[in-house]
């Protein structure tokens, strides 16, 4: 299973950053179970509606559909934090790819006998593995109706990773410390010993 870097501190933004992989080109998401390993990992989906999804997308083209419904989406979350960050509206494709995936969530409830007693269920109008996505969605579209959203772009050079920032200082500046923080560290002593000389 790929590891996935939890540094994005927020759903969308962790979705996002599956964009670098630091083994290989291509990101973290590669094929559909890397999807459905991402949603479980990172506590979108419960470990049962995860094995339910694993079963679906051993099937070729619902795997493929389900690989590209989630491409498309990380490519619509991506440009609204971008949006956000730079306080600019949303665009439309990425609107509507967001509102697709939302929809996608239309149910009612239902009553139903459970261990002796009742309880209410949520059922899905339609059956279609984007379903598993709607956390996601449903994250990014709070995200972008929340005035000034504490997400930021890493300060790092060349780095496109994102997070959410929580902290009291509100401060934070780099995804990890240890990856671009020590690297702008680095970076500005050389700068200062070519300075020197
Ligand atoms: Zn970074």
Known sequence: ME????????????????VVSFDHDGGTLRSANDVVDFLATTGAIAAAEAERLRIRVTDAVAAERFLATALELRTAVRAALTAIERHEPLGNDPLASINAILAADAGFEQLAPHGGGYH???RHMLDDPAIALVPIARDIARLIATPNAP????????CVRHFYDD??????RWCEMAICGN????SAFVKRQRAGR
Do not use: H, W, Y
């Open 120 to 122: 209410v269920e949520r």
């Open 167 to 172: 902290s009291r200082t509100g401060r934070r």
């Open 183 to 186: 690297r702008a560290k680095v």
């Open 151 to 158: 997400v930021r772009q890493c300060a790092g050079e060349d």
């Open 3 to 18: 590891p996935f870097a939890r540094i994005g501190n927020n759903l969308s933004a962790d979705f996002v950053n599956t």
